[in-house]
């Protein structure tokens, strides 16, 4: 591709070898200076508005992914004859490209990256996520040992992509119910993680043959492969979580990607009291799978064996002195946790769970659930009252934003209120950059809806976006200023043949301002300047 930029982005060394689905450039952005990697694939023909504005509107979805373990995408446009994508730049090499290097992973280096897998999905499925195509070339190892997964997206996006049939590789990182016909979905994504994980562990992905039809078949009906066998280092409960989200009934899987992290822990736990195969085997859990006792387990490794104990022994926690110790312990444990927290200690264990301290929302809805509501309920004239019922505003806020991103992103929008319908129509002439409709259209909401305990926390919501505009500041004729800047731009857009751009923004314009008698004239010109378009063809 003889390109040099493509949108505000320079286009330097390429990234990966010329696709029917595109190529992948390093780029960088020249009023910026951002270093981004650029997806470039040329746009389809026969493209319509309605799929365009599809398009845009799931890359605006896209954008609110924001993640430390998910490839972070900055946006996209298009030329006259191409699209792009562009993503974070990432100081490291795919996944793919470091099995084929190393061969296999250490366990220890699997289990971390398989964490880290885990916890991005886990927050991408409360987003209303699928990934849907996972496998180690959709993977980033960073320099630092940080791991993200890219190439997130919808059915808009990938229709403009395009891609042929599965590959090997796909099929076999692909859910035995996707292989029949189902839909993808969140438990898709674990049983493509557990092949991800055995891929990690032994080198190789978990079924393999060399035609299409006979890897389906193994993929659905053939028994799971023991990793533990394979690769004699790999403790026996790594195993068994890999064999969970292989399983072929994805009833049989974990219940969820946070299901799968409190595995994960467990796992932690166990590892903490000492890993590899003798360890495992000596306790009894066996990759071996030696049919006889504990006695046969150390003659086959070589262990000495205990001296046994004499028969008029007391055993150690049967003496008087131990079992009374015991009993105070207990004790103590007891009363120490039965004690209610004071005030103080509330807002404390709060505040490690908020914003600046934590970034993670499940560590929000724990403060608010656990902490901020007893301060609240327990000590109703504290000095710190106001503050925690702030906070309870503010969390229960960000859980109805993250509701609304997730059900329009499935297009679920049908029961939502008349609130929630009017501030996603709020927050999109926001994102389009028209802060003067969006500021009234959020002064509108407070005005309707404050009263309405039901609500509460959308006019939270749009009380954070009349602050947010208050702070860029507005002007008198501002929405005038607004669209004829626009408007310049598509014209500027035009005469350098980028028409689908010019498009794009002249069609914007009318959809969100048709019958508009303030800007009636700025609409009248571009549907003018659209119908000149269309009698060209």
Same mark, same amino acid.
């Given at each position: ?5 493509? /949108? ?15 190529? *992948? ?6 009023? %910026? ?24 509107? #799931? ?57 880290? !897998? ?25 320099? #630092? ?10 059915? &808009? ?6 891609? /042929? ?6 099929? %076999? ?24 994980? @055995? ?15 006979? !890897?389906?078949?193994?993929?659905? +009906? ?44 467990? &796992? ?9 195969? !003798?360890?495992? @085997?000596?306790? /009894?859990?066996?990759? $071996? ?56 200690? $509330? ?15 499940? #560590?929000? +809805? ?28 503010? *969390? ?7 509701? $609304? ?14 609130? %929630? ?14 802060? @003067? ?28 976006? @009349? ?63 659209? %119908?000149?378009? +269309?009698?060209?063809?």
């Amino acid at each position: 591709m003889a390109k040099s930029r493509i /949108g505000p982005f320079v286009l330097e060394a390429p990234l990966s070898k010329p696709k029917s689905s595109g190529q *992948v450039f390093r780029g960088i952005h020249l009023e %910026q200076k951002k270093l981004a990697a650029l997806r470039v694939f040329p746009i389809p023909m026969g493209m319509t508005p309605e799929s365009r504005q599809a398009y845009a509107s #799931q890359l605006e979805q896209l954008k609110q992914l924001r993640h430390p373990g998910i490839v972070r995408c900055y946006g996209g446009g298009f030329d006259s004859r191409n699209a792009y994508l562009a993503y974070e730049m990432i100081d490291g090499e795919s996944l793919s490209s470091a099995l084929a290097r190393r061969g296999r992973l250490p366990w220890e280096t699997a289990f971390e990256a398989s964490q880290q !897998l885990a916890e991005a999905l886990q927050y991408a499925h409360q987003m209303g996520w699928v990934h849907g195509r996972l496998r180690p070339s959709k993977i980033m190892m960073g320099a #630092q040992g940080e791991v993200k997964i890219g190439d997130w997206r919808r059915a &808009a996006i990938t229709s403009m992509i395009g891609e /042929g049939p599965p590959s090997k590789t796909q099929l %076999q990182f692909a859910a035995p119910e996707v292989l029949q016909g189902s839909t993808p979905d969140e438990k898709s994504d674990l049983y493509a993680l557990g092949a991800i994980m @055995v891929t990690m562990l032994t080198g190789k992905p978990p079924y393999d043959e060399k035609t299409p039809s006979r !890897l389906i078949e193994q993929i659905c +009906n053939a028994p799971i492969p023991c990793v533990s066998a394979e690769v004699l280092d790999c403790p026996v409960w790594l195993n068994a979580i890999v064999e969970q989200l292989l399983a072929k009934d994805p009833k049989q899987r974990p219940f969820s990607a946070t299901a799968l992290q409190l595995a994960f822990k467990e &796992a932690q736990r166990r590892q903490s009291q000492g890993v590899g195969v !003798l360890q495992h @085997v000596t306790a /009894g859990f066996s990759p $071996l799978q030696l049919k006889g006792d504990r006695e046969e387990a150390e003659k086959v490794l070589g262990l000495k064996p205990k001296r046994k104990r004499k028969q008029n022994e007391t055993p150690f926690f049967e003496r008087p002195w131990v079992l009374v110790a015991g009993l105070l312990a207990a004790l103590s444990a007891v009363v120490w946790f039965l004690l209610p927290l004071g005030e103080e200690t $509330l807002r404390h264990r709060a505040q490690a769970l908020l914003p600046p301290t934590s970034e993670e929302w499940m #560590q929000w +809805n724990e403060a608010r659930d656990t902490y901020l509501t007893s301060l609240v309920e327990r000590f109703p004239e504290s000095k710190h009252v106001d503050w925690a019922n702030e906070q309870i505003r503010w *969390v229960n806020a960000r859980e109805a934003e993250r509701k $609304l991103d997730r059900e329009e992103g499935r297009g679920r929008t049908e029961n939502w209120t008349q609130a %929630q319908v009017q501030y996603a129509e709020a927050r999109r002439y926001e994102r389009f950059g028209d802060l @003067v409709t969006a500021f009234d259209r959020y002064r509108a909401i407070i005005s309707l809806f404050r009263n309405r305990k039901d609500d509460r926390s959308i006019v939270d919501l749009a009380q954070e976006g @009349v602050a947010r505009i208050r702070v860029s500041g507005i002007g008198q004729n501002a929405l005038q200023q607004f669209l004829t800047a626009k408007m310049e731009e598509a014209a500027a857009a035009y005469d350098r043949a980028r028409i689908t751009e010019a498009k794009l923004k002249w069609e914007s314009i009318v959809e969100l301002y048709d019958g508009n008698q303030e800007v009636a004239p700025i609409v009248a010109e571009a549907k003018e300047r659209l %119908q000149q378009i +269309n009698q060209r063809k």
